[in-house]
Structure formats: structure tokens, C-alpha cells
């Protein structure tokens, strides 16, 4: 069995160690002591619900496929952790050509950690397809251009910097439908791309964990902290009743399908990731909670019927209608409540300086979309060069080109 399958032994382990070793090094000469790092006991249950939700949840979501599960949660950690660290190298550099001025400490983590989810979702979209080598360099890339993005939106869009960073679904989303659609098609006769019982069973727990938590991670850098928990916590429930009820809806003979309690109930949290801070009413939460479950639902019947085939998007894990749509609404929800709050403040007597209002708005929603696109389309084009060892098509969704499985090799 092992003859068949390419080992990555002079690849892996030593990107790994060059990474870990460029890491510790400016770890070593940039980051202060521990005891001069300002910390608030009251930050850290909230980073930990952001951590638990990045590994834990995000790692069990991904456990779509019946063969694939392995890879799923142990290529998500092992991206996590090198990412941060990652993450965090980039800010400091950010930091040297001042370009940003936030100093290392607990919020750089919590901020590393959410920058994270573009990568996680990113690698929901090529889920199966990309080896260990491609999936560490696309979060490398994927990194460096969501915080040249991040820049942008702020410096030169006026985008407050702890909303840059809500924009980490609509980047990772997009970006990885731009790099899954560079990756050749698996062949018609494949059926590794299946999910079971099983793998359904254990990517509704990581759904759970994302949805519980997920109040934490719109909230976690926001200056009206309980405002952001509340909208975020009315929208998810919105959006989970909603996606129960659609889903009976729309199946052929009325039963509940996981598939859409797998994506939709995830939509409200999506959807508020922009909103949430500003949001004053309870009830356009749960409208948009009610209408992100809609988009969803509805968006996967559409997309995978009619755009996926033509387009040759190969979305393994659904990560367009679950945060790529959602996530658009939500864009287009604050240009909305931004515009009204704003116009009803001055009493609509201040027209331009509504319309710049809308300008930088759209400007930065359209900014990270573009910006994903076509960088993920590079990154995609890179990811499938002979040095980076890509997978053929049919060794795709399959554990055990990675993995050893010693149950195989006695006979059971």
C-alpha cells in the first residue's frame, strides 16, 4: 500500500522547520517579555471562545467527506497553529513600516486567530484536492494579501480596523472558489467526494461549536461588547429555525435535510459580522438572521445547479453559500443601516456627505472581493506548479494518500 502513494517526507517537515525557525527567530529579537505585555483577565474567556471555535469547531466542520476526516481536522490544526504565528509576524512587520500601530499582546493573538478563518475557509472550498505543501503556502499567501486587503480598507477607505477584520468571510470565501477553480476536475466516475452518516453526524457537532461561540467571535474586538453578542445571538437563532423550516420546504418528500442545518444555520452569524456593532434594534437582527438562512438555503439550490458546472467550481465543502452569500448580504445590510442612521442624524440635509458615505462603503466591500478574486486565481495557478508535488485527481477526498491507517496493513 504505502508504494503507491507519494511521500512527502523531504517536503513537509523541512518547510515546517524553516517556517518554525523563521518564526522563533523573530520571536526571539521583536516580541517583548511576558510580564510587560498589558493583559485583561477579562479578555481571555472571550480569546478562548474564539480558539475554540477556529480548531475545534472550524476542524469538525470541514468533516464533510466519508474519507477524508483525518485530513480535515489535522491539516485545520496544524494550519491554525502555524498560522497565528504567521499572523502575528505579518502585524509586526505592519507595525515596522507603520503602517499599523497596534503593539503584540493578547489582542494580536485573538486578531491572528480570527485572520485565520479566511484561511479555514478558503481550505473548505479545496477540501480533498490540495496536499499539505499547497495548503501551507496558500495560507502564507492568503495571509500576507488579507492583511495588505485589511490596509487598504482602512487607510485609504477609513474602515474602523477591528471591522477590517470582519471581512475574513467574504475573503476567504471568494479567494478560495478563485483558487479551487485552478484545481483540474476530479473524473465523473469518482465517488470519494461522498459524504456518510458519520461524517454529517460529526461536521453538524463542529457546526454546533461555531454556532455557539460565534457570538464571542463578532464580539471579541468590539467597543460595545454586549450589543454585538445580542444581535449575533438573535440572528443565529433566527437563522437556525429558519434553516429547519426551509429545509423541510424545500426537499422532495418534506424530511429534514443536513446538508442545509450543516450551512444555514451558520448564515446569521455571517450576515451580522458587519452589522453587529451598529445594529440598535433587535428585530433587524432577526430579519437579517431570517433572511442570511434564506440566501443560503436557497443559493445552494441555484449555485450548485446552475453556476458551479459552468464556472468549473469544484466549493467541496458549500463555503460560498455558507459565508461567501451571507456575508455579501451582510455587506450590503451596512452600507443600508449606515446610510439610514447617518441620514436620519443630519436629517438628510447633508447629501454628499452621504453619498461619500456610500462610496467608501461599497468601495471597501468591493475592494475585498476583487482583491480575493483575482489573487486567488493567481495563488491557484501557483498552487499547481510540478514543485509543489500537486495531488493527481485520483487520489482526491482520500485520507489515506496522508495517513497511515495500521488497521489496513493487519487485515482488519
Same mark, same amino acid.
Given at each position: +500500500?504505502?508504494?503507491?502513494?507519494?511521500?512527502?517526507?523531504?517536503?513537509? *517537515?523541512? !518547510?515546517?522547520?524553516?517556517?518554525?525557525?523563521?518564526?522563533?527567530?523573530?520571536? /526571539?529579537?521583536?516580541? *517583548?517579555?511576558?510580564?510587560?505585555?498589558?493583559?485583561?483577565?477579562?479578555?481571555?474567556?472571550? /480569546?478562548?471562545?474564539?480558539?475554540? +471555535?477556529?480548531? /475545534?469547531?472550524?476542524?469538525?466542520?470541514?468533516?464533510?467527506?466519508?474519507?477524508?476526516?483525518?485530513?480535515?481536522?489535522?491539516?485545520?490544526?496544524?494550519?491554525?497553529?502555524?498560522?497565528?504565528?504567521?499572523?502575528?509576524?505579518?502585524?509586526?512587520?505592519?507595525?515596522? !513600516?507603520?503602517?499599523?500601530?497596534?503593539?503584540?499582546?493578547?489582542?494580536?493573538?485573538?486578531?491572528?486567530?480570527?485572520?485565520?478563518?479566511?484561511?479555514?475557509?478558503? $481550505?473548505?472550498?479545496?477540501?480533498?484536492?490540495?496536499?499539505?505543501?499547497?495548503?501551507?503556502?496558500?495560507?502564507?499567501?492568503?495571509?500576507?494579501?488579507?492583511?495588505?486587503?485589511?490596509?487598504?480598507?482602512?487607510?485609504?477607505?477609513?474602515?474602523?480596523?477591528?471591522?477590517?477584520?470582519?471581512?475574513?468571510?467574504?475573503?476567504?470565501?471568494?479567494?478560495?472558489?478563485?483558487?479551487?477553480?485552478?484545481? *483540474?476536475?476530479?473524473?465523473?466516475?469518482?465517488?470519494?467526494?461522498?459524504?456518510?452518516?458519520?461524517?454529517?453526524?460529526?461536521?453538524?457537532?463542529?457546526?454546533?461549536?461555531?454556532? +455557539?461561540?460565534?457570538?464571542?467571535?463578532?464580539?471579541?474586538?468590539?467597543?460595545?461588547?454586549?450589543?454585538?453578542?445580542?444581535? =449575533?445571538? !438573535?440572528?443565529? $437563532?433566527?437563522?437556525?429555525?429558519?434553516?429547519?423550516?426551509?429545509? $423541510?420546504?424545500?426537499? @422532495?418528500?418534506? @424530511?429534514?435535510?443536513?446538508?442545509?442545518?450543516?450551512?444555514?444555520?451558520?448564515?446569521?452569524?455571517?450576515? +451580522?459580522?458587519?452589522?453587529?456593532?451598529?445594529?440598535?434594534?433587535?428585530?433587524?437582527?432577526?430579519?437579517?438572521?431570517?433572511?442570511?438562512?434564506?440566501?443560503?438555503?436557497?443559493?445552494?439550490?441555484?449555485?450548485?445547479?446552475?453556476?458551479?458546472?459552468?464556472?468549473?467550481?469544484?466549493?467541496?465543502?458549500?463555503?460560498?453559500?455558507?459565508? %461567501?452569500?451571507?456575508?455579501?448580504?451582510?455587506?450590503?445590510?451596512?452600507?443600508?443601516?449606515?446610510?439610514?442612521?447617518? %441620514?436620519?442624524?443630519?436629517?438628510?440635509?447633508?447629501?454628499?456627505?452621504?453619498?461619500?458615505?456610500?462610496?467608501?462603503?461599497?468601495?471597501?466591500?468591493?475592494?475585498?472581493?476583487? =482583491?480575493?478574486?483575482?489573487?486567488?486565481?493567481?495563488?491557484?495557478?501557483?498552487?499547481?506548479?510540478?514543485?509543489? @508535488? $500537486?495531488?493527481?485527481?485520483?487520489?482526491? /477526498?482520500?485520507?489515506?494518500?496522508?495517513?497511515?491507517? *495500521?488497521?489496513?496493513?493487519?487485515?482488519?
Amino acid at each position: +500500500m504505502p508504494s503507491r502513494y507519494l511521500s512527502f517526507r523531504c517536503s513537509v *517537515p523541512w !518547510l515546517l522547520l524553516l517556517l518554525q525557525a523563521l518564526f522563533l527567530s523573530r520571536a /526571539f529579537f521583536a516580541f *517583548p517579555r511576558a510580564d510587560d505585555i498589558n493583559f485583561s483577565s477579562s479578555f481571555y474567556p472571550v /480569546f478562548q471562545d474564539v480558539n475554540h +471555535m477556529v480548531i /475545534f469547531g472550524f476542524g469538525f466542520f470541514l468533516m464533510v467527506l466519508r474519507r477524508y476526516g483525518y485530513s480535515s481536522t489535522g491539516f485545520n490544526f496544524l494550519l491554525i497553529v502555524l498560522g497565528v504565528q504567521f499572523s502575528v509576524l505579518v502585524e509586526d512587520l505592519l507595525l515596522l !513600516l507603520r503602517i499599523q500601530y497596534s503593539e503584540f499582546g493578547v489582542e494580536s493573538l485573538a486578531r491572528a486567530v480570527m485572520s485565520m478563518t479566511a484561511v479555514v475557509i478558503s $481550505a473548505g472550498a479545496v477540501l480533498g484536492k490540495a496536499n499539505p505543501v499547497q495548503l501551507i503556502v496558500m495560507s502564507l499567501v492568503e495571509l500576507i494579501l488579507f492583511h495588505v486587503s485589511r490596509c487598504i480598507n482602512s487607510k485609504y477607505l477609513e474602515v474602523p480596523e477591528n471591522l477590517t477584520l470582519m471581512h475574513v468571510h467574504l475573503f476567504g470565501a471568494y479567494f478560495g472558489l478563485a483558487v479551487t477553480s485552478r484545481f *483540474p476536475e476530479p473524473p465523473p466516475g469518482l465517488d470519494k467526494n461522498r459524504s456518510s452518516p458519520k461524517s454529517e453526524l460529526f461536521s453538524v457537532l463542529g457546526t454546533v461549536f461555531v454556532w +455557539m461561540f460565534w457570538p464571542s467571535f463578532n464580539s471579541v474586538l468590539a467597543e460595545s461588547q454586549f450589543q454585538a453578542m445580542l444581535s =449575533t445571538y !438573535l440572528a443565529l $437563532a433566527v437563522s437556525a429555525v429558519a434553516a429547519f423550516m426551509l429545509s $423541510a420546504l424545500t426537499s @422532495k418528500d418534506g @424530511k429534514f435535510r443536513m446538508a442545509h442545518i450543516h450551512s444555514a444555520v451558520l448564515a446569521g452569524g455571517v450576515t +451580522m459580522s458587519f452589522t453587529a456593532i451598529i445594529i440598535k434594534h433587535p428585530w433587524i437582527a432577526m430579519i437579517l438572521g431570517l433572511l442570511g438562512s434564506v440566501i443560503s438555503i436557497l443559493g445552494s439550490h441555484c449555485l450548485q445547479r446552475c453556476f458551479n458546472p459552468p464556472l468549473k467550481l469544484q466549493d467541496t465543502s458549500g463555503v460560498h453559500f455558507t459565508f %461567501g452569500l451571507p456575508a455579501v448580504l451582510g455587506a450590503v445590510a451596512a452600507v443600508v443601516l449606515r446610510v439610514v442612521q447617518k %441620514g436620519i442624524s443630519e436629517q438628510w440635509s447633508d447629501l454628499p456627505s452621504l453619498g461619500y458615505l456610500i462610496f467608501l462603503e461599497v468601495g471597501a466591500f468591493c475592494q475585498t472581493i476583487s =482583491t480575493a478574486l483575482i489573487t486567488g486565481l493567481i495563488t491557484g495557478l501557483i498552487l499547481n506548479i510540478k514543485l509543489l @508535488k $500537486a495531488v493527481h485527481v485520483s487520489k482526491y /477526498f482520500d485520507d489515506q494518500f496522508y495517513w497511515e491507517f *495500521p488497521h489496513l496493513s493487519v487485515g482488519f
